[in-house]
């Protein structure tokens, strides 16, 4: 193992990912949700597929013996990505970035609830302070306006598709989970990337815009970046253990804040960044405790195949 290479693998699938929800989060403004969540699964294929020849991996690693729960993974996946995409719309890029973190907390939740994972009391404190941070991230968003104001658009209903995208994302992680039984990486990748491409061009019936050269070329960028983003992930693992790597996931924070300093002028507000640090401590402890009981060398096969945005 190399941990240095695997952490900086790391800290660059983390760029690459808060680059794609920049990019989204950019063109948003233009497209329709559905024609983004084409783009950024359709062209995410592209590096995947060539990942997956380089390592001589074709077309064995795209058998699946389990159809039936890629389709349920990519279902739950997909409704994820279209709440966490139209969130950027309404929400600065480090808001909808901190309201992923709430992901790994539900994880921890469905774990014991679902697969009927034995939680201890430590980490069922942990998750319960998490999400203290949570509310506390939320609590700018869902001051002043009424019901019907948040639901026209606005920073409340960012809040609630951003939060009820972290929690798909947590359902989707429970499905990996169970796949990773029988399946591949490469094939639980592949199964949800074609799946939610489906999905998102399903939207083509409610219109989308057609695309000049400029937008064309950023679109494909987005997917690209998110393929090759879930890539740099996967290999990252393999460099490292689960307990030193995975707490990098957080470095998106940084990336967020930057970017959307630099191109969008957004600065975060004390309270966001308050919960975020209040989650990321949770998250990380979490992980520490996961250590410690042994989970995480079972997880460091399923960690790559989790992200679903």
């Known amino acids: 193992m190399s941990p240095l290479l695997g952490i900086s693998l790391k800290l660059i699938s983390a760029l690459a990912f808060t680059l794609m929800s920049a990019g989204i989060k950019h063109m948003s403004v233009r497209y329709p949700t559905g024609e983004l969540v084409f783009f950024r699964s359709f062209f995410a294929l592209i590096p995947l597929l060539i990942w997956l020849a ?44 901190a309201l992923g973190y709430a992901a790994p907390l539900g994880v921890v939740v469905l774990a014991a609830l679902v697969l009927k994972e034995r939680v201890r009391i430590y980490r069922w404190s942990a998750v319960t302070i998490g999400f203290l941070g949570v509310l506390i991230m939320l609590s700018p968003h869902l001051t002043g306006g009424t019901l019907s104001q948040g639901l026209q658009g606005g920073p ?73 983003g879930q890539m740099l992930l996967v290999q990252a693992y393999r460099y490292g253990d689960a307990s030193l790597i995975a707490p990098f996931e957080y470095s998106t924070m940084i990336w967020a804040v930057l970017i959307g300093w630099f191109i969008f002028g957004e600065w975060p507000v004390t309270t966001i960044l308050i919960g975020a640090a209040i989650v990321i401590a949770s998250g990380i402890y979490v992980i520490l405790r996961e250590q410690r009981l042994g989970l995480l060398k079972r997880e460091q096969r399923e960690i790559g195949t989790t992200r679903s945005t």
């Open 54 to 97: 380089w390592r001589s991996e074709l077309p064995s690693a795209l058998k699946t013996r389990n159809l039936r729960g890629h389709m349920k993974r990519g279902v739950i996946g997909s409704t994820g990505m279209f709440c966490g995409f139209a969130a950027l719309q309404f929400l600065p890029l480090s808001d909808a970035v």
């Open 156 to 228: 409340a209903l960012g809040a609630a598709l951003g939060l009820a995208g972290a929690f798909c994302s947590a359902f989707a992680s429970i499905e990996v989970r169970l796949l990773t039984k029988t399946e591949p990486t490469g094939a639980i990748v592949f199964y949800f990337m074609l799946l939610t491409s489906a999905l998102g061009l399903i939207t083509l019936a409610f219109g989308w815009r057609m695309p000049d050269l400029t937008d064309a070329a950023m679109l494909v960028a987005i997917g690209i970046l998110g393929g090759l």
